[in-house]
């Protein structure tokens, strides 16, 4: 699994923290993120986006920049694309470095 690119930590008490993690990955994978919409997808696109949450389990969406660059890296492994910067968090038991 792929290092997220920055991650921030936030103690929520002295048992849990949430966990920020900042991802590029395609613009065009936001609706499904952000609304469960896989409308337009083809089966091999979905499969890629369900591969990619269950290889990220426990993370949700929380925000999306607004921002589009087209380019080659990115945290989803697939070809050149326009890309926004994504922000998922997760709950953690504090201290936890997985």
């Not at 993690?21 to 409308?39: I, K, M």
């Not at 369900?50 to 697939?78: K, R």
Request: with cysteine; charged share 40%; proline share 3%.
């Amino acid at each position: 699994m792929k290092q997220a690119s920055k991650a921030n930590r936030t103690p929520i008490n002295e048992r849990v923290e949430r966990v920020t993690n900042e991802y590029r990955l395609p613009a065009h994978w936001a609706s499904y993120f952000v609304n469960g919409d896989a409308t337009g997808f083809d089966d091999d696109e979905l499969e890629r986006i369900e591969q990619w949450e269950h290889d990220h389990p426990d993370e949700y969406c929380v925000a999306i920049d607004d921002e589009v660059d087209f380019c080659q890296d990115g945290d989803d492994n697939e070809l050149a694309c326009d890309r926004r910067i994504y922000l998922f968090e997760k709950l953690e038991d504090f201290g936890y470095e997985g």
